[in-house]
């Protein structure tokens, strides 16, 4: 059972970095890819980024140029940096594995518990 704990969530003025890591419990997930996915009141979660297990990434567009997103597979850890950050950009942050190649639609996900995420003047 994949276990994973997010962390590095807080309140940022509008033009602010913020440093998102997402932890596994088991290196397991090294091998698969993990996505970062946000999620407002009312609304469903959303794909941000993802990183497979060759280090290929893909951003959802809104994000790309400001997001970047990493991993360091000695600590079993997948990384959001987030720079110029903009007040849309509010939201419960989550990571998601599948232990797939791909972080959609799978039968078994297993999710962090999220992280807050606020853009505020």
């Known amino acids: 059972q994949v276990q994973l704990v997010e962390s590095g969530g807080g309140s940022v003025p509008p033009g602010g970095s913020l440093r998102l890591s997402c932890i596994a419990t088991?290196?397991?997930?090294?091998?698969?890819?993990v996505g970062w996915y946000r999620q407002t009141p009312g609304k469903e979660r959303d794909l941000v980024a993802v990183?497979?297990?060759?280090?290929?990434?893909n951003l959802e567009p809104s994000v790309r140029g400001r997001f970047t997103i990493s991993r360091d597979k000695t600590k079993n850890a997948v990384y959001l940096q987030m720079n110029s950050l903009k007040i849309e950009d509010t939201a419960v942050y989550y990571c998601?594995?599948?232990?797939?190649?791909?972080?959609?639609?799978?039968?078994?996900?297993?999710w962090g518990q999220g992280t807050q995420v606020t853009v505020s003047s």
């Open positions: 990183i497979n297990g060759r280090g290929i990434t």
């Open positions: 998601k594995t599948c232990l797939q190649d791909y972080t959609a639609g799978c039968d078994t996900p297993y």
């Open positions: 088991d290196a397991t997930v090294n091998y698969y890819a």
